[in-house]
């Protein structure tokens, strides 16, 4: 089953910061974070494995609340380079792993 | 290193009609993916090899089908083409087999335009 991100779409300013939620229905083994820009390959941004784990690279972060089967993806002080669509990939536990992605969340980084 | 290769990059069909797309992955990953990108739909789970043999395969109809080669480039075949299968289809593969450890490198896709 599809995971549900929210907001479909934010417009911010550069330095602005945004937050992306990722939610399943389902019990979660991991969560997987990419970033697409238009016309080019996701990109993949990091997986988080444990519940509570929290990772990050540059200013993008994430956390992964197991028991409440949900993670936030963290931009801080965005950059115009951070604009694309930013999907979230859940795999269940017990299941094949396989990440079931959302539908994903548009950012709009303006100068 | 080359990353993951997809041909043709564009393709244009009618309904009714077969396409065959093909993916090279990373030199040394032996897991490939396909996924297919529909306007608004986010990314979907078509299929998933490893070591020539489909390891599973997404909630899509027969007609969807694909096989992976001993060099581990691998191909989708779409048969009885309808309207709805027009799409961006990426490939990526990982170099393991257990996927939730590892980051998937995608392709840069092809777009797929059923008339």
């Known amino acids: 089953q599809q995971p549900v991100q929210s907001p479909q779409a934010v417009i911010l300013r550069e330095g602005e910061d945004a937050v992306i939620n990722c939610s399943s229905s389902k019990a979660l083994y991991s969560v997987h974070w990419y970033r697409q820009k238009h016309g080019e390959a996701p990109v993949f941004l990091m997986i988080l494995l444990k519940g509570g784990e929290q990772k990050g690279h540059d200013k993008i972060s994430a956390s992964f609340n197991e028991k409440k089967q949900q993670s936030s993806l963290y931009l801080t002080a965005s950059q115009l380079s951070y604009s694309g669509t930013y999907f979230c990939?859940?795999?269940?536990?017990?299941?094949?792993?396989?990440?079931?992605f959302g539908r994903g969340t548009s950012l709009i980084v303006h100068p | 290193e080359a990353g993951v290769t997809q041909s043709p990059t564009h393709l244009i069909k009618t309904r009714g009609q077969q396409v065959t797309l093909r993916c090279s992955p990373i030199s040394g990953h032996t897991s490939v993916y396909w996924y297919q990108q529909a306007l608004g739909l986010g990314l979907q789970f078509l299929l998933w090899y490893d070591e020539g043999e489909e390891r599973n395969r997404g909630n899509f109809p027969p007609r969807f089908s694909g096989r992976q080669f001993p060099n581990y480039s691998s191909e989708l075949n779409v048969n009885a083409l309808e309207l709805e299968d027009s799409a961006l289809y990426l490939c990526a593969s990982s170099p393991g087999t257990v996927l939730s450890y590892n980051e998937q490198f995608f392709g840069p896709g092809t777009r797929l335009t059923v008339l």
């Open positions: 990939g859940t795999a269940p536990s017990g299941g094949s792993y396989i990440p079931t």
